[in-house]
């Protein structure tokens, strides 16, 4: 084995700047987007794609679709014992739904971030919700947009959209990273 005359003459201070250490890939993500039925209706799945990938995310697949009660009921599942859970299923059920894979470096926490407050009265200016949705009827629900809100949920939905994906999109190393909690 060769050694480098710097290995042994220089001194820690006159070592040359080290490279940046390459990124984690285990942070790589892949989290569950959807243009809800009011996004899609007023026509703003170009305005929303573009602030993903504006983001610098990528869009890894996407799909047009009218869910079914039994789509929308499973993915929202966990509000099932909620009072407002037969509305937001008919809410999903309404109309077009774009469902989209996002892939990128802690995503799933991410793109939660990009989307903003639940409540779109009180989301920021400059997230998705804060700018584009805001109540109707006195209903807070028409929101434009879904993120997953852990690496757990994403796989889980992420199959449930796209069931071809199943085994092959994993939103992450689980093993070496704690699963991130909601964010709101
Ligand atoms: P998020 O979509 O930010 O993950 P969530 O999972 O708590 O929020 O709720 C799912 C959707 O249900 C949300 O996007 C809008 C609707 N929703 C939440 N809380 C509600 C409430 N108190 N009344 C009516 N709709 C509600
Ligand atoms: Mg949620």
């Not at 407050?117 to 584009?132: E, N």
Request: aromatic share 4%; net charge negative.
């Amino acid at each position: 084995m060769s050694s480098s005359p710097s290995a042994t003459s220089a001194t820690p201070s006159k070592q040359a700047p080290s490279k940046p250490a390459p990124s984690n890939p285990c942070n790589l993500e892949h989290t569950l987007v959807l243009v809800k039925p009011d996004g899609v209706e007023r026509g703003l799945v170009g305005e929303v794609l573009t602030r993903i990938e504006r983001k610098g995310y990528v869009i890894s697949d996407m799909r047009l679709v009218t869910p079914s009660a039994a789509l929308a009921q499973a993915h929202y599942a966990e509000h099932s014992a909620r009072p407002f859970f037969g509305e937001l299923v008919d809410y999903l059920c309404s109309g077009r739904v774009l469902a989209v894979v996002v892939e990128g470096e802690r995503v799933v926490k991410g793109m939660r971030v990009l989307n903003g407050a639940t409540d779109p009265t009180v989301a920021s200016p400059g997230t998705i919700r804060g700018d584009l949705a805001c109540q109707r009827d006195g209903i807070s629900m028409y929101n434009v947009v879904h993120g997953s809100d852990s690496r757990v949920s994403a796989k889980r939905e992420i199959a449930l959209w796209f069931p071809e994906h199943q085994g092959s999109c994993d939103s992450g190393d689980e093993s070496v990273l704690p699963t991130e909690e909601a964010t709101d």
